[in-house]
């Protein structure tokens, strides 16, 4: 089995690769079926006489030079994290200004690969008021992935709630949950394996063997979070979020009931942002995230400029514009625009690590759409006019 049971010595650690290990890292063993097919025109069909030559574990390492390029991050993910409230954090829900929102990412993954990966959300939110300045935040995300020649997918249900507790004037601490229920699914009819190696040639007339008890399994998926918002004015804030995810470490084996459980790991993330008012029409905005799970981590840095072109309440117009970083990665610019209700924000990443000899820089493009419901708040103030 060409990925059954597979050791790769690795900085003299033996990393085990396993079909069934699906989440163990899921980028990575997601992945692996398109790395396959690269590895093919690379090295295979212009060089017969090479890959004849080659041993079996210098082929399995190139193999995993090509597939370790998406290792570093486990879940779905985006480059403007910021604008992922139910992946950053649950305690995040109905943590703004307005009634109702609806926000929209979507997220295409290495353009220049034959199978890119795609990856969007939609979630909806909201806030109710509950006792002194405190409210409740309730909302439904829904979120889907899926990758490689295998087809490997993740679509997940995800329903939030969270308690906005107003400690003073300034002062906020948020606590929230996201119980969620998940399917995954695979399809192997475009997988290639080892068996099916006659000597000279892929032959798909060789059996591979493999034989999965299912394509898809659903699953429940638990989440929680905490966060700390401080205002000092309406434009300079600090907000910091904590959040832990697959906390029952849901089984995620395609081989059935009776095979060994294969947990999906705990996600453990980090926030921050940071908002300066600089003068009349200059806010600074900057944040990070970092994610970690198991042994891989993701650490993003942001820097951007929000301009205040209209100020006027009903027609406010901001630009913003910046870029970020995922270290050891991707250069990220941005490009958003505010306009009343509306939010529509840009990015694009510029692969800068090794793996950028297989993208040619072009990590691909991400897009948020975001809408506030707000209602007009009545000052409770009402004076009489007299009848003439």
Known sequence: ???NALNFEINKKLVPLDLRIVTKPERLTQFIPNSIQLFNLIFILPYPL????????????LLFIVGYGSGFAQDLHYSQFYYGYHNLSPSLIGDFDGNDRIT??????????????NTFSVLYDANRPHKKGSFWG???????????????SLAKLVLNASYILRVSSR????????????????????????????????????????????????????????????NYTNRTELLISGAAFHLNKPNQTFYGSSAQAVSLPSRYSLGLHIGIGLGQSLDLLVGANYQTQEKYK?????????????????????????????LDDAIIPNLGIEYKNW???????????????????????????????????????YKKCPMY
């Open 343 to 381: 939010l529509i924000s840009a990015s694009y990443d510029i692969n800068n690590s090794f793996f950028n000899l297989a993208t040619n820089k072009r990590g691909g493009p991400e897009i948020a759409v975001q809408y506030i419901f707000a209602k007009v708040n009545t000052s409770g103030i």
């Open 50 to 61: 090479i890959f004849r030559r080659m041993s079996k574990r210098t082929i399995i390492y």
């Open 138 to 152: 309730f909302g439904v995300g829904l979120d889907y992935d899926r990758a490689g020649d295998s087809k490997l």
């Open 298 to 326: 993701e650490t993003v840095g942001s820097a951007r400029l929000r301009f205040r072109l209209n100020r006027t309440p009903g027609s406010v117009l901001n630009l913003l514009g910046g870029c970020n970083i995922r």
């Open 1 to 3: 089995m060409f990925l």
């Open 171 to 230: 002062n906020k601490i948020s606590f929230g949950i996201s119980p969620a229920f998940a399917q995954r699914r695979i399809s192997s009819e475009a997988l290639r394996w080892d068996r099916q190696w006659n000597g000279d040639r892929y032959d798909p007339n060789i059996s591979s063997n493999e034989n999965f008890a299912s394509s898809g399994d659903f699953f429940v998926d638990l989440g929680a979070g905490v966060s700390y918002r401080f």
């Open 104 to 117: 929209f990412n979507y997220r295409n993954q290495w353009l220049s690969l034959p199978v890119p990966y």
